[in-house]
């Protein structure tokens, strides 16, 4: 059976046609051999986001944005997006726009409520999850805010001193500094004098440190001294109580002295005792025989005859 060129051109053609819509349909993330569900959702921003943009459920993939327009003339936009029948969620879900990397690339996920199951043509809640930049603008904005604070307070500062500090204070300023550094110059110099002082006259310095060692040997031995004749003084101090107290009781009339000084019979009887010590003295010079004498046969002794 011969097909003639028409019926060839109409067939080519109408595969042609078919191809065609095939590719667009993959293009644009449709399966035209699937039964898939529409939904829609209403955005106020979708940077990032276009037709073709994948919609997962879960981080698993189950269908792609169709058509981006806004809604009912209005500034908002509404995002058509297709599911794959397959998955069930509620009417409740929030469909939510998010980032998928650190390049900044976005999709939109389904985030699963509870409540009844969504039907194709429902219009589900929208959100947009802010996105890494984002974050970090909110942690970096308190901080920006601070670091101007700060250099706003520093320029006003530097302000304050420059107002502070006229001319002529500067010039104060400055002179202080050099008249430090003229000081710091000077004790150098100082310290190197003394440096040399003290090396050129070491050998005395040790003489006089050797001085000072003995003087203090020697100062301990008179403190030493010192204690002694202290002790030599408290002696005699006891001394002159004991004899300060001997006059006292000749002066009150009392005792021995007293009666010595004072009485003429003790004087007399003294004397007499006396006298009779001379004798006896003087008789035992002159008659040793008398009292000292012995035997060595055992010849008795005679007995004493006094002169009369």
Sequence with gaps: MKFSNEIKTAILVLLGIILFIVGFS???????????????????????????????????????????????????????????????????????IYET???????????PNNGPLAQSGDTLRSSIAPGLTELVNDKLSPLQEKIESTFVSADSLLKNINNVLDVNSQNQIK???????????????SAENLN????????????????????????????????????????????????NSIIDEISSGDG????????DSMIKSLNEASN???????????????????????????EYQSKK
């Design 26 to 96: 993959y293009l644009k993330s449709n399966n035209i051999f699937s039964s898939d569900r529409t939904f829609f959702a209403i955005y106020n921003d979708i940077e990032g986001v276009s037709v073709g943009t994948p919609v997962t459920v879960s981080g698993f993939n189950v269908g792609s944005i169709q058509d981006i327009s806004f809604y009912e003339n209005t500034i908002d936009i509404l995002v058509k997006f297709r599911v794959e029948n397959k998955v069930k969620f509620s009417k409740n879900s929030i469909a939510q």
């Design 175 to 189: 002179e202080s500094f050099s008249q430090l550094s003229d000081l710091a110059i000077n004790l150098k110099e």
């Design 101 to 111: 990397g650190l390049i900044g690339g976005k999709a939109l996920a389904i985030l």
């Design 276 to 302: 009779n010590l001379n004798l006896l003295m003087e008789d035992l010079r002159l008659n040793p025989k008398r009292y000292v004498h012995f035997s060595l046969f055992g010849k008795k002794n005679k």
């Design 196 to 243: 040399s002082i003290i090396n050129s006259n070491e050998i005395k310095i040790n003489d006089i440190v050797s001085n000072v060692d003995n003087f203090s040997s020697n100062f301990s031995s008179l403190s030493n001294s010192f204690s002694d004749v202290e002790v030599i003084i408290g002696n005699l101090t006891k001394t002159s109580n004991n004899l």
């Design 256 to 263: 021995t002295f007293n009666q010595l000084i004072y009485d």
